[in-house]
């Protein structure tokens, strides 16, 4: 019998070990509720939500548009700043809305009217890029998500 014990007991540890690389251990991202109120000028913002049905964190480190430089900013009490990175919570979520977290786009290459589309390329630390068509509502759109 004791020539048994150490093959199962390898064999075991193999298994925890494998359990250990599930999917429950990575980011399992995904987008939903992307908006861009239609910009005044040749600044705007965007706004959308970021879920992570995973049980590992991940952080969105980047943003990038054909429209030119996007910036990921927090707001804190009255002051809005630039990040380098936001965290997404494993069973979580990280919420952009007016008024909080939101991307900022500088100097847009193009004019944009309500009905047009923006494609943006949100960059983490851990998991791939997610490519998102935020579509351009009015300039006074208030989503029923709470945005």
Known sequence: MRQFAVPVAVLTGALVL?????DDAKAQLSVSSAYMPQPVSDMAAGFLDIANKGG???????VTSDLGPVSVHET?????????????????????KSGGNHLMFDKLKRTL????????????????PLTVEMPVKSATYNPTTGH
């Open 56 to 62: 590992a964190k991940d952080e969105l480190t980047s």
């Open 113 to 128: 009217k309500q009905g047009d589309s923006v494609t943006v390329k949100l960059h983490f630390a851990k998991s791939g």
């Open 76 to 96: 804190v009490g009255q002051a809005m700043e630039e990040v380098k990175s936001l965290a997404v919570p494993a069973h979580g979520q990280l919420v952009f």
């Open 18 to 22: 494998t359990g250990c690389g599930s």
